[in-house]
């Protein structure tokens, strides 16, 4: 079963900005301790943009701070990603992943979505 969707993605030029958001489903954003988000370009390793423990702390890659911001909304069981000031190398698919039950800061995930491509192009 899907437990998270990712959304958000499309066509930016740069200088611009997107938010993502990854939306989960059943009892895992309560069950949530660490969520992550990803990002993987053609040719490209897949690289840490940043995470979000379900006590508030943040931390980000060295490519993306200052300028990504990560959020939680437990209202909406959603977690998301404000990216602004877009480049072109910021032109990637982006996946959420889900850490549950485990409260350690250890990024092992347990669930991914299947993510959603942002291009960054004029």
């Known amino acids: 079963q899907v437990q998270l969707v990712e959304t958000g993605g499309g066509l930016v030029q740069p200088g611009g900005s997107l938010r993502l958001s990854c939306i989960t489903f059943?009892?895992?954003?309560?069950?949530?301790?660490?969520v992550g988000w990803y990002r993987q370009a053609p040719g490209k390793e897949r690289e840490f943009v940043a995470r979000?423990?379900?006590?508030?702390?943040?931390k980000y890659g060295d490519s993306v701070k200052g300028r990504f911001l990560i959020s939680r909304d437990s209202a909406n069981s959603a977690v998301y990603l404000q990216m602004n000031s877009l480049e072109p190398e910021d032109t990637a698919v982006y996946y959420c992943a889900i850490k549950v039950d485990k409260f350690d800061l250890v990024e092992e995930y347990d669930f991914w979505g299947q993510g959603t491509q942002v291009t960054v192009s004029s």
């Open positions: 059943g009892s895992v954003f309560s069950r949530s301790t660490m």
């Open positions: 979000i423990t379900s006590g508030g702390s943040t």
